[in-house]
């Protein structure tokens, strides 16, 4: 009684697997997770978003793992956090950046308008 | 609400619940409709993918994937309306920046002739290139003076916009090309034939 049970749960789980292993592996995501790494690398992400590029570096690894492993289901779902990962670290850094120059430029400002003084008071 | 879902909520994972609040904050800006509005809307739809995963039974990796999706688009909305105000500021700066130079260009008209050169201003573009570098760079000399190195060892040049660092042409580029150089001799007064140039 008990084995006609789990016969067919067994085979259930069985089909599952299988179907899951030969779904088609996403290479389109994987690479489009890769470009978008390399992007942020190239983007000044290593210098302000640092912790976000080194958790899409991370995922892109367990993607690639995955990838080789043919778990087309984890590397999907490791590619596209990768993605989204490199995407926020692109967008952090040119955040980052454009504030830098503001404050860069404030303080600049900020010296020409004393030097601006000197000059007017003492000629 | 029913029940049941107010059940669930007191089950809620901690990684959809974080994703609730990233997307809340984000919605809660007031230019986010106007400057976020795709990654807002990716964020909701991956959060309503998120909670039908739970009610569907989904497993948890799954809906942690989710929710994980909804808290970074919402993450990336975040980081675009920091970008955007940051601009804001940038330009507004420039803007001061411009006035100011020209106002400090008036100003120092008549305070201008001596001191040869050396402590080499760089300037980006502005009205007068060389002199607004040259007004840079005499603080640097003034300074050195006022801690006791004597005049006639230091000189100043404005080098305008010779000798950019970095692509004039973007802001960030030209904030690294304002800049002041200090040039070391050697004891006898020489300098390398690379800088002697500049």
């Known amino acids: 009684m008990r084995s006609t049970v789990f016969i067919p749960v067994a085979a259930l789980a069985g089909a599952a697997l299988t179907g899951c292993a030969s779904a088609p592996l996403p290479v389109a995501e994987f690479s489009r997770a890769q470009t978008l790494v390399q992007q942020a690398e190239h983007n000044h992400a290593p210098q302000f978003a640092a912790l976000d590029l080194s958790r899409a570096r991370e995922k892109l690894y367990q993607a690639k793992t995955a990838m080789d492993a043919k778990k087309a289901k984890l590397a999907k779902r490791y590619a596209s956090e990768a993605a989204l990962d490199a995407e926020l670290a692109l967008a952090r850094a040119s955040a980052a950046q454009a504030k830098q120059s503001a404050a860069e430029l404030s303080a600049s400002i900020d010296e020409l308008k004393a030097e601006s003084q000197r000059n007017s008071i003492d000629p | ?72 688009q919402a993450e990336i909305g975040a980081a675009r309306l920091g970008e955007v105000r940051a601009r804001q500021l940038l330009e507004a700066r420039e803007r001061e920046a411009r006035l100011a130079s020209s106002e400090a260009a008036a ?61 004039n042409e973007t802001p960030a580029g030209r904030q690294r090309n304002r800049r002041v150089e200090i040039v070391f001799s050697d004891l006898s007064g020489n300098f390398a034939n690379d800088v002697a140039q500049r």
């Open chain 2, 1 to 72: 609400m029913n029940p049941v879902s107010a059940r669930r909520i007191r089950h809620d994972l901690p990684q959809l619940a974080q994703a609730h609040r990233a997307v809340e904050l984000l919605a809660s800006d007031p230019i986010a409709a106007q400057s976020a509005s795709r990654e807002l809307q990716s964020a909701r739809e991956a959060l309503d993918r998120a909670e039908k995963a739970r009610s569907d039974k989904e497993p948890t990796a799954e809906i942690v994937h989710l929710a994980y999706v909804a808290q970074r």
């Open chain 2, 107 to 167: 100003n120092a008209q008549a305070a201008e002739a001596a001191k040869p050169s050396r402590a080499a201003g760089r300037t980006a573009r502005t009205v007068q290139p060389s002199d607004l570098s040259r007004r840079r760079a005499a603080p640097v000399a003034t300074a050195l003076e006022a801690r006791g190195i004597s005049t006639s060892r230091v000189n100043v040049a404005g080098r305008g916009e010779a000798l950019p660092v970095a692509n």
